[in-house]
């Protein structure tokens, strides 16, 4: 859902503004080209975390942690609350501090009564890539089913699973729902134990996809504003391909996916065999119209810097 929600949006704002370089690497991933970032940096000599050999499709560079998993997370994250503040104001908290909905995990959004009958809305933002470094790696089901290598491990750590079947039964059949299970705690174990809670995953591919409950929470917001914009966001942030509040707040979201999986794609590091491009000595008259005056009128007329332009 709203995979190429971006390709639609007018770059006359900030927030649906997107670097030439981060939609040229999301055009060719969607088309499953090579990058030209990766490629212009030498991909068979660029190594990947655990001494890989970097990828030119860029899978590997969205699974190294040094890259930066929480600054799209935290991107991506604010870029969704801005929206539910839009709907919900100030009822919206990002990661609450005191709350007692877990343990180990802080949720990443709450609000006040925008759950199901009422209740507590608890969402946990999970951002995550289908494929692989190692194409053996890669699930099958992602290729017929949206969100079928990332949505069923993520909904089984956030929600947990109850033992099924016997260990006998050999491993567990989509098809059929046959097999065994083993039990899995979940992550939001107290928080889904609460009456007053409704617990969400709001899961995101570096593709571009949503999944259903954000797809839920996208309608309820148009619903609850009748899917009309307001005077401030008619005027400052509408332009000609959105006309609803729906398109609106769904290209802003769209856009930060795109701009934060190509960033981690671009910074690709060269490893000691590949040739590094060299920086150019800073000018030794820098510092002296620094220090004269930051205009070139003043540098033509400073003695020092005439003395250093004197022919020897």
């Not at 990828?55 to 699974?63: E, T």
């Not at 699973?161 to 705690?185: C, H, I, N, T």
Request: proline content about 6%; glycine content about 10%.
């Amino acid at each position: 859902y709203q995979a190429g929600a971006f390709l639609n949006a007018v770059p006359s704002r900030r927030d649906f503004r997107i670097p030439t370089w981060a939609l040229r690497i999301a055009v060719q991933r969607r088309l499953g080209l090579p990058l030209d970032e990766a490629l212009a940096r030498g991909a068979p000599t660029c190594s990947a975390r655990g001494g890989k050999v970097q990828d030119p499709l860029g899978d590997a560079a969205s699974n190294i942690g040094r890259l930066g998993h929480c600054g799209r997370h935290n991107s991506l994250l604010a870029a969704l609350a801005k929206v539910m503040r839009s709907v919900w104001g100030m009822l919206v908290e990002v990661e609450p501090r005191d709350h007692g909905y877990s343990n180990d995990y802080r949720p990443d959004v709450s609000v006040a009564g925008a759950g199901r009958s009422r209740s507590r809305l608890v969402g946990d933002v999970k951002f995550k890539d289908p494929l692989s470094s190692n194409p053996e790696d890669v699930g099958q089901r992602g290729a017929f089913v949206g969100l079928g290598n990332t949505e069923p491990g993520t909904s089984a750590d956030v929600f947990g699973l109850e033992q099924r079947g016997a260990v006998g039964d050999g491993d567990f059949r989509p098809s059929d729902g046959g097999g065994y299970v083993a039990y899995k705690k979940a992550d939001y174990a107290h928080a889904l134990s609460r009456s007053d809670t409704d617990v969400q995953m709001y899961l995101f591919e570096t593709f571009g996809g949503w999944c259903n409950a954000v797809k839920r929470l996208f309608y309820q917001m148009k619903d609850k504003v009748r899917n009309k914009l307001s005077k401030r966001q008619h005027e400052d942030e509408a332009s000609w391909s959105t006309r609803s509040w729906l398109s609106l707040q769904a290209q802003a979201p769209s856009a930060c996916q795109s701009r934060c999986s190509s960033r981690r794609r671009k910074r690709l590091r060269p490893s000691s065999g590949s040739p590094r491009r060299r920086r150019t000595p800073p000018s030794p008259r820098l510092p002296c119209v620094t220090t004269c005056l930051s205009v070139f009128v003043a540098w033509r007329l400073c003695p020092v810097c005439a003395a250093s332009r004197a022919p020897e």
